[in-house]
């Protein structure tokens, strides 16, 4: 049996699906409009693992002799969203798009926040979470009142700063956003937002971050292996999108180089079954504020870092390597934008330069990860281990 390292390259999309229009998402390309801005980006070992042999992807240079086992995959889900993308990944189609709150939440929602936190709420609107912090941050550090918002995503997003509010005080309000907004004003996350800083254009967001997410409401492959008495180790956000189910350990990261210093740290460990690692900062760092040139050094600090990740592997580990969804830096708004998502896999033992071309669905990953452990198959996905297995 082999063990498999799972890493997800939050919203590295590689081109718009056939309805993204649908998403209101017309010639997005994550990845291939950063590579169109900043020509000279160096991303080596993505290239040599297949990237740029992926179909569709015309952007980058083409390897002769790919490491990898390269493809991509298309969402059948409806959303474009970190739960709907990682559930689906995992065997879950969301055939019904989370509650969003284009407006704000209404009243009675907002009352009975403040009348069990002893909050008051401001701003309750959808925001940029940098922008919110400029309009509510001050007025927040001298009232004290919480700052709600919320976004394209099915979020309800808590702000509150550290020295104003305490972490645990944040979390559970979090905790009590999350018992309100239920049945049916379920929203997909309640996210902790905590910052620091002392006025506009200082404040900063922390690591200090908590997802609180809905239950799958169905099994998931991560159920599925820890079922068969094997580990599901979570790096990074996995833990909270996931809502711990299916988890047997997890650790949280404060960026994305922490994030694959645990991963190593984990392969080197004993341990069997998968180890499975979001690295967010490309997404909420980069993606969400527009920053195409603050993402592009993030692929370049990743792509750095791939090779001490293949050296740690043990000779019948798999990596598969894979986005979410996409979050255009290029693009108009702050919002996700719907993409294909780049698959990346490489073993010693598999082949090399196997062109999975385009999946009908992100779970056809999940299933192949339940096919390569040998643990029930999801409901959903269809696996592709053959094609890879010597």
Same mark, same amino acid.
Not at 5 to 25: M, N, Q, R, Y
Not at 147 to 159: G, K, L, N
Not at 302 to 319: C, V
Not at 336 to 364: C, M, Q, W
């Given at each position: 049996?082999?063990?498999?390292?799972?890493?997800?390259?939050?919203?590295?999309?590689?081109?718009?699906?056939?309805?993204?229009?649908? =998403?209101?998402?017309?010639?997005? !390309?994550?990845?291939?409009?950063?590579?169109?801005?900043?020509?000279?980006?160096?991303?080596?070992?993505?290239?040599?693992?297949?990237?740029?042999?992926?179909?569709?992807?015309?952007?980058?240079?083409?390897?002769?002799?790919?490491?990898?086992?390269?493809?991509?995959?298309?969402?059948?889900?409806?959303?474009?969203?970190?739960?709907?993308?990682?559930?689906?990944?995992?065997?879950?189609?969301?055939?019904?798009?989370?509650?969003? =709150?284009?407006?704000?939440?209404?009243?009675?929602?907002?009352?009975?926040?403040?009348?069990?936190?002893?909050?008051?709420?401001?701003?309750? &609107?959808?925001?940029?979470?940098?922008?919110?912090? @400029?309009?509510?941050?001050?007025?927040?550090?001298?009232?004290?009142?919480?700052?709600?918002?919320?976004?394209?995503?099915? *979020?309800?997003?808590?702000?509150?700063?550290?020295?104003?509010?305490?972490?645990?005080?944040?979390?559970?309000?979090?905790?009590?956003?999350?018992?309100?907004?239920?049945?049916?004003?379920? *929203?997909?996350?309640?996210?902790?937002?905590?910052?620091?800083?002392?006025?506009?254009?200082?404040?900063?967001?922390?690591?200090?971050?908590?997802?609180?997410?809905?239950?799958?409401?169905?099994?998931?492959?991560?159920?599925?292996?820890?079922?068969?008495?094997?580990? *599901?180790?979570?790096?990074?956000?996995?833990?909270?999108?996931?809502?711990?189910?299916?988890?047997?350990?997890?650790?949280?990261?404060?960026?994305?180089?922490?994030? +694959?210093?645990?991963?190593? !740290?984990?392969?080197?460990?004993?341990?069997?079954?998968?180890? =499975?690692?979001?690295?967010?900062?490309?997404?909420?760092?980069?993606?969400?504020? #527009?920053?195409?040139?603050?993402? #592009?050094?993030?692929?370049?600090?990743? @792509?750095?870092?791939?090779?001490?990740?293949?050296?740690?592997?043990? @000779?019948?580990?798999?990596?598969?390597?894979?986005? @979410?969804?996409?979050?255009?830096?290029?693009?108009?708004?702050?919002?996700?934008? #719907?993409?294909?998502?780049? +698959?990346?896999?490489?073993?010693?033992?598999? &082949?090399?330069?196997?062109?999975?071309?385009? #999946?009908?669905?992100?779970?056809?990953?999940?299933?192949?990860?339940?096919?390569?452990?040998?643990?029930?198959?999801?409901?959903?996905?269809?696996?592709?281990?053959?094609?890879?297995?010597?």
């Amino acid at each position: 049996m082999s063990r498999v390292v799972w890493v997800i390259i939050d919203s590295v999309g590689i081109g718009a699906l056939p309805d993204s229009k649908e =998403f209101g998402d017309i010639g997005v !390309n994550t990845l291939g409009n950063i590579v169109k801005e900043h020509r000279d980006i160096k991303i080596p070992n993505l290239i040599k693992l297949g990237v740029g042999n992926i179909d569709g992807v015309d952007f980058l240079e083409k390897t002769e002799s790919p490491m990898g086992i390269f493809g991509k995959c298309s969402e059948v889900s409806q959303g474009k969203d970190t739960t709907t993308g990682h559930w689906e990944m995992t065997g879950i189609l969301v055939e019904t798009p989370f509650k969003t =709150f284009e407006n704000g939440f209404p009243k009675e929602i907002i009352d009975e926040f403040e009348r069990r936190t002893g909050r008051k709420v401001v701003a309750n &609107k959808p925001a940029s979470g940098t922008a919110i912090l @400029d309009e509510y941050g001050e007025h927040q550090m001298k009232i004290g009142d919480v700052i709600v918002y919320t976004s394209a995503d099915s *979020v309800f997003q808590i702000a509150a700063h550290e020295e104003i509010i305490p972490l645990d005080e944040l979390y559970k309000m979090c905790e009590i956003a999350r018992e309100i907004m239920m049945g049916d004003n379920a *929203v997909a996350r309640i996210i902790a937002r905590p910052y620091i800083g002392t006025g506009v254009g200082k404040f900063e967001r922390t690591s200090n971050r908590r997802d609180y997410s809905l239950n799958p409401f169905e099994p998931t492959v991560l159920d599925n292996i820890k079922e068969s008495s094997l580990d *599901v180790i979570a790096v990074g956000k996995i833990e909270d999108i996931f809502n711990g189910q299916g988890i047997t350990e997890a650790i949280h990261t404060k960026d994305n180089m922490h994030g +694959v210093d645990e991963t190593i !740290n984990y392969i080197k460990k004993e341990n069997n079954g998968l180890i =499975f690692t979001n690295l967010v900062d490309f997404d909420s760092k980069y993606g969400h504020r #527009r920053d195409s040139l603050g993402y #592009r050094k993030a692929l370049e600090e990743f @792509d750095a870092r791939i090779p001490e990740i293949i050296e740690s592997l043990n @000779d019948d580990d798999i990596l598969i390597i894979n986005a @979410d969804h996409g979050n255009d830096p290029t693009y108009k708004g702050t919002d996700h934008t #719907r993409e294909y998502i780049p +698959v990346l896999v490489y073993g010693k033992s598999l &082949k090399t330069g196997v062109n999975l071309g385009i #999946r009908n669905s992100f779970a056809d990953i999940g299933a192949t990860v339940a096919d390569i452990l040998n643990v029930k198959m999801p409901k959903h996905g269809t696996s592709f281990k053959d094609e890879m297995t010597k």
